[in-house]
């Protein structure tokens, strides 16, 4: 055959290109053995698995046959545009048209759901399941607790959420439930049998009621994988399967992957031992250290030695963080960024400060000519950004907060999506519930009544539809099975369906909100926009529960493509990425590490990684900002609410030296303010007028 001019791959370092090429070309058609990518943060290792997708379509791999899991939807798509773009740039243009069908990316619970529906049948899943969030789950486990009388009978019993993440933990690691509790919530043991009984009771609610929260979307898929037919089956769907962030994975997760693939051939990962930050999902760095050998013969390790992404300054000060690790595999990274700037320790007042420190910086890089896009502010948790929020609406500078709180959460929103899934899962209680206490005089009693009604019965719509309703809706009840009927027979086509749930909405949404139904009503505009970009209903419920859009500063739903906003995100969920300037908010004892997790010498090293993780983001500028006084949720001892916080323990005097430490401060009132606040003043008074026009 002849070889295929491939220029992309001139772009590759050796190690990188090595990566690339594995496997690839085999006489006959056949797919090299399993692989391991193991390097630091910015060593290219998400840029090489790319262009080893891309280097798959080029040499005629069919793309359809290609699986590829990342940590966040977000990620996924951004790598589906890398692939297109190499494979565009490749002479005869048609790997390009092949890479667009890149139809299997995503994470490891949308794919799930999709594998799920369509190999419903053969588990005895009906395949209209919903899929219940996280807050969907609490409420279904508060509503068994009740049922079975814990929450009266056993005085302090874990809260739904505790009782959640317990069940969740025991799931995600496959570890016994005794084992869980006595590692991990010690103060909840003593409930052991009542916990059992309540997951039991869960499970089963969930099955009668035919949905799936997420854990199930992995717990099902990998059961699925243990009947070797079915796994035969699935494994056959893909000649390459790839991931990513390898080292947040749990044990589910890589069972599912080698059932897939029980020889490793095709198999490629990618992760970064130092950069393990999921444990408290039970996510295992074990999976990527145990990978080479899970296979016989053994896979291949490439490692990667070389960071593109930051300048020698940043990367010696991320260097000497993660040096002080108790255990680390990868190896320290070098690269030729020179630069004669140091990442900045910034010791500021209080989070106030900090955020006028923030905003202030923000700005200065602005004019300096860096977008606003190009730079981020990195917090350990999502409520740390509170402060900068409101000080970046004060002097109005555009945000984006990843991993916060959702657009999706909002109540409205909320109201219109249990609509749509009732409609699409009648048996969904949840969903139920919240929908039909929308209708005037229908409260919890009536509500549970008529879902009893439907649960006993084999045809649960029906039975809805049969049902006179609640007595005292009698007048809105007909408007409300019409509706559902409406849905059900798909009457309005997609995303039109939105639009007839809103018209039902609005009036109980005028009567229930009365003081904000116009933002409200604006923002179920927003989502039928949101839905025009999903092909049919249950893609929307599926994916927007899974992955749903970040807030903004401006209007609730997700910003246009060309605006230009700052990015606030939490640490977690700004991983594999990357920014020219890098904020990192309250680097103090306390917060990283948290003093949640302090706990044992574990969870301190986590801690460590995620400082490590937020310092490798940047690129160019890097300041990490540590208020002298800051803000706790618990109250301390004194009952004072902000406590004197010192600089973090993961940045000891030694390595005070790489950084440039400064203090700051605002300006004291009587200095003649600059040209910038002056601009602002004017915005400010100019929207104040605007209000009355
Ligand atoms: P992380 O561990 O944070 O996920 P990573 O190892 O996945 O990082 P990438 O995000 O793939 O690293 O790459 C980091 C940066 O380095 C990107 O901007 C990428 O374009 C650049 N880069 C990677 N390889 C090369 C190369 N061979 N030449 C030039 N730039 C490169
Ligand atoms: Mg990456």
Known sequence: EPEVSAVYLDKLNDRQRAAVEHGVGIPGGAVGGPLLIIAGAGSGKTNTLAHRVAHLIVNGADPRRILLMTFSRRAAAEMGRR????????????????????????????IGARLLREHAADIGLDPQFTIHDREDSADLVNLVRHQLGFSKTESRFPAKATCLAIYSRAVNAQTPLADV????????????PQLRDLFAGYVEAKQAQNVLDYD??????AQTMSEPALAAAIGGRWDHVLVDEFQDTNRLQAAILTALKPAGSGLTVVGDDAQSIYSFRAATVRNILDFPKTFSPPADVVTLDRNYRSTQPILAAANGVIDLARERFTKNLWTDREAAERPRLVTVRDEGDQARYVATEVLENREAGMRLKDQAVLFRASQHSGPLEVELVRRNIPFVKFGGLKFLD??????????????????????????????????PASAQA??????????????????????????????????????????????????????WYEPYLERIHDEDAVMRKADLLQ???????????????????????????????????????????????????????????????????????????????????????????????????VPQRFFTHGQSATGDRHVYASRTR????????????????????????????????IDVAARMRDMWR
């Not at 297109?84 to 994470?107: F, N, Q």
């Not at 419920?541 to 209007?555: F, H, K, M, R, Y």
Request: negative net charge; contains cysteine; charged residues 20%.
């Open 527 to 625: 989502l039928e926009d949101i839905a025009a970009g999903y092909p049919s209903r249950e893609r929307f419920l599926t994916e927007l529960t899974l992955d749903p859009p970040d807030a903004t500063s401006g209007q609730a739903g997700p910003p246009l493509r060309d605006e230009d906003y700052l990015i606030l995100s939490t640490i977690h969920s700004a991983k594999g990425q990357e920014w020219r300037s890098v904020f990192v908010l309250n680097a103090v004892d306390g917060c990283i590490p948290s003093d949640l997790g302090v706990g044992t010498s574990e969870e301190v090293e986590e801690e460590r990684r995620l400082l490590y993780v937020a310092m490798t983001r940047a690129r160019d500028r890097l300041a990490l900002v």
């Open 83 to 110: 692939v297109e773009r190499i494979c565009a740039g490749v002479p005869d243009g048609k790997a390009g048209a092949l890479a667009d069908a890149l139809a299997w990316s995503g994470t490891f619970h949308g």
């Open 216 to 221: 199930d979307l992995l717990l099902y898929w």
């Open 650 to 681: 993961f940045i000891p005097p030694p390595l005070l030296s790489l950084f440039e430490c400064r203090a700051w401060t605002v300006a004291a009132p009587g200095q003649v303010p600059g040209p910038r606040a002056q601009q602002v003043r």
């Open 410 to 443: 909002s109540a409205h929103v909320k109201d219109v999506l249990a609509a749509l899934r009732f409609a699409e899962n009648p048996r969904d209680r949840v969903a139920g519930f919240r929908v039909m206490q929308l209708l005037p005089g229908v409260g």
């Open 181 to 192: 509790l006595r590692a991990n919530f010690p103060w909840a043991a003593a409930w052991e």
């Open 450 to 503: 008529v879902l009893d009604a439907m649960a006993g019965s084999s045809d649960p719509f029906a039975a809805l539809t049969g049902h006179s309703g609640p007595p005292r809706a009698a007048a809105d009840w007909p408007g409300f099975v019409a509706l559902l009927s409406g849905l059900r027979a798909r009457s309005a086509g997609w995303p039109g369906e939105i639009g007839q749930v809103r018209s």
